[in-house]
Nanobody, 130 residues
């Protein structure tokens, strides 16, 4: 059974940086390398929000406007791991961050809707204090 396991969350101050990791377990690197991956977040009392996506090769990324220029998604298919580097963090970035794998392999375009993704990780908490 494929599992996505996020790590790297924590409590930081405004302006700090934090790096999240998402390891794909229960699959081979060959298979992992076929799927686009997404990062989403959910703040207290709010719905799930798209943050970033990276295509299967790592050659294409997409970001929501509020994180463009601050967040960077990357991946290491050999390690079956996807990363989200977050710089210049703001209190409004406080949320539980989730990674997810696209349902379709080699999808040519990156999706922002969570409906296109499964499975999901359990999430990691990021808290940015002011």
């Amino acid at each position: 059974q494929v599992q996505l396991v996020e790590s790297g969350g924590g409590l930081v101050q405004t302006g700090d940086s934090l790096g999240l990791s998402c390891e794909v377990r229960g699959s081979t690197s060959d298979i992992v390398s076929r799927y686009n991956m997404g990062w989403f977040r959910q703040a207290p009392g709010k719905g799930r929000e798209f943050v970033a996506a990276i295509n299967w090769s790592g050659g294409s990324t997409d970001y929501t406007d509020s994180v463009k220029g601050r967040f960077t998604a990357s991946r290491d298919n050999a390690k079956k791991t996807v990363y989200l580097q977050m710089n210049s963090l703001k209190p409004e970035d406080t949320a539980v961050y989730f990674c997810a794998a696209d349902r379709q392999y080699y999808r040519p375009d990156l999706k922002r809707s969570g409906a296109f993704y499964d499975p999901w990780g359990q999430g990691t908490q990021v808290t940015v204090s002011s």
